[in-house]
């Protein structure tokens, strides 16, 4: 049993930066594979970026790539996105999510089952 929590969400202007936290719960959060996902108004839930439990390897979205930054601190229990350059497509709800199987890089939801609230992310022109 995991429980995440999302914070670091706000308002922000075209260009600006955020850093989001999922702090977590559980035993096995060095061995869980973690991932963030966005869901925009009127649209699905889409794959943002993936780390394995132990942080050494990562996976990013096409449209996020060499913008943001997913890391983790096993100590803290928390699970990290660093957002740079945000655009106004990025305007979603943030969503932390944790793996419950086999550790690796994983894009789809399904392949997780622990899923944080939610933290808004708004980026205005």
């Known amino acids: 049993q995991v429980q995440l929590v999302e914070s670091g969400g706000g308002l922000v202007q075209a260009g600006d930066s955020l850093r989001l936290s999922c702090a977590a719960s559980?035993?096995?959060?060095?061995?869980?594979?973690m991932g963030w996902f966005r869901q925009a108004p009127g649209k699905a839930r889409e794959f943002v970026s993936t780390i394995t439990g132990n942080g050494r390897s990562t996976y990013y979205a096409d449209s996020v790539k060499d913008r943001f930054t997913i890391s983790k601190d096993n100590a803290k229990n928390t699970v990290y996105l660093q957002m740079n350059s945000l655009k106004p497509e990025d305007t979603a709800v943030y969503y932390c999510?944790?793996?419950?199987?086999?550790?690796?890089?994983?894009?789809?939801?399904?392949?997780?089952?622990?899923w944080g609230q939610g933290t808004q992310v708004t980026v205005s022109s």
């Open positions: 999510a944790a793996g419950a199987g086999l550790d690796g890089l994983y894009t789809r939801s399904y392949e997780y089952h622990y």
């Open positions: 559980g035993r096995t959060f060095s061995s869980t594979a």
